[in-house]
């Protein structure tokens, strides 16, 4: 019998694999698999459903990611989901598998971080699972968010000549994960030596702890704008855009001299050898939104401190295209995470 490596399909060939194979029965799936949250109908409005799965070893390593962190995190990346729906988290459930390792006190310190999550964002956490791990800690959570059926932001709907727009600055995060392992190795090579992370704030912090940008839904709701299509940057913004343009069946041109980086995570890319548009290409774990938007919305956030315009939306035989500093185009290659 033949036997296909999951590396064959990778993450998206295999959740494409996956929802083949799935049948909608009933009339109150609105959306299925394949956005960032599935779309619930609820009579006068609609829930939006995520979920994530976050694991030790491979989204976080408790040897430098204090546990009240990976909490706040692991609620973060959730809302993030919904926010890039352009919807309001309002419920969560969180479950844990616990190894032996962890004590009552180092569970009080993860729900310390959970808990001041579901302050900050507004959501109560209403259920969940508990079990034991044979390998550290896992983390699933699934948030729930609300939205009028009309306040919706699928990726599916850029249409050509729209404006792509990103959120806060890109590549912190993983700049930050560069300078943790960094300092672990020297950390762990010579424990009386004290990692020296002070002039890393703002890269360590965007990857231990991120924040979802809900302030910039409420700020679109406030100022009428409603995103013609969005997601939430996860992987990488070269691999956020090829979706938005495959859901929405249209190219997209961006260019290097409007990709917002912090000073910071610029130099700190410099010291670590690494290219720092890549790193705001490829980075992954920003947890910021990019979206399209007609361009009749444009004069209303213009002058958004926070709201970056970072190229437009063009027909699908366009292609994807990077213009550079230089002006010359070249071809948008989305080499995001890839965990297979
Ligand atoms: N190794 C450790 C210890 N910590 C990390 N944060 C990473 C590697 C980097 N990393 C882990 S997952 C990920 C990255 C960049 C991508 C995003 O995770 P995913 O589960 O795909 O998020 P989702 O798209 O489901 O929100």
Known sequence: TKRTEISELGEFGLIDHINNRVQLKNASTLKGIGDDAAVIDAGDHVKVVSTDLLLEGVHFDLAYAPLPHVGFKAVAVNVSDIAAMNAIPKQITVSIALSNRFSVEAVDALYEGINAACEHYGVDLVGGDTTASRSGLVISITAIGEAKKEQLSYRSGAKVNDILCVTGDLGSALVGLQILEREKQVYLSNPDMKPELDKYTVVTSRQLRPDARMDIIHELRELGVVPTSMMDISDGLASE??????????????YEDKLPIDKQTFDTAVELNMDPITCVLNG??????????????????????????????????????????????????AQGWKHF
């Open 241 to 254: 855009i090829f979706h938005i343009c495959k859901a929405s069946g249209v190219g997209a041109t961006i």
């Open 284 to 333: 992954g774990e920003d947890y910021e939104l990019l979206f399209t938007i007609d361009q009749k919305d444009f004069a209303k956030l213009e002058k958004h401190p926070d709201i970056h315009f970072i190229g437009h939306i063009t027909k699908p035989e366009e292609g994807k295209y990077l213009v550079t500093r230089s002006g010359t185009a070249v071809q948008l290659k």
